[in-house]
C-alpha cells in the first residue's frame, strides 16, 4: 500500500512539470497577406462610410501580424476615381479572434491618383 501513497504524488508532479513545459512554447506566429489587409480595408470602410472603396496593400505573403502593425495601402474613392494613400494599422483580438484593422487616410490625393490635384477633397 506505502508504494501507491508515494507513487500519486510522483505522477502528479511529473503531470504538472509536463503541462508547464508545454505552456512554454510560443504560439505560432499570425501572419497575412497585402490581400488580405486590403479586404479589411476594403470592410472596414464600407462600414464607416458606406462606401465600396478599391484598396490596394501590396502582395507581401507571409505579414506577421502585431498590434499597430503599420501597412501601407492605396484606397480609391469608386465615385472619382481619385486615389489616397491610406494605412492599414492591425491590431491583434487574440490568439483565436484574429486581427481588426483602423484605417488612416491621409488627406487629399495621392501623387498616382488619376486626376491629379484638381481633383481635390471636399
Request: proline letters at 7%.
Amino acid at each position: 500500500m506505502r508504494p501507491h501513497h508515494l507513487a500519486a504524488p510522483a505522477l502528479a508532479a511529473i503531470a504538472a512539470a509536463l503541462l508547464a513545459a508545454c505552456g512554454d512554447e510560443p504560439a505560432p506566429a499570425m501572419t497575412t497577406t497585402g490581400e488580405q489587409v486590403a479586404e479589411s480595408v476594403v470592410r472596414t470602410l464600407e462600414v464607416q462610410t458606406g462606401v465600396v472603396f478599391e484598396a490596394d496593400c501590396g502582395d507581401e505573403e507571409g505579414l506577421v501580424v502585431a498590434d499597430d502593425l503599420e501597412v501601407p495601402c492605396t484606397v480609391v474613392d469608386p465615385a472619382t476615381g481619385v486615389e489616397q494613400d491610406a494605412t492599414a494599422v492591425l491590431e491583434i483580438i487574440g490568439r483565436n479572434e484574429g486581427w481588426r484593422t483602423r484605417v488612416e487616410i491621409a488627406e487629399g490625393p495621392s501623387a498616382a491618383s488619376p486626376t491629379g490635384p484638381e481633383g481635390g477633397s471636399d
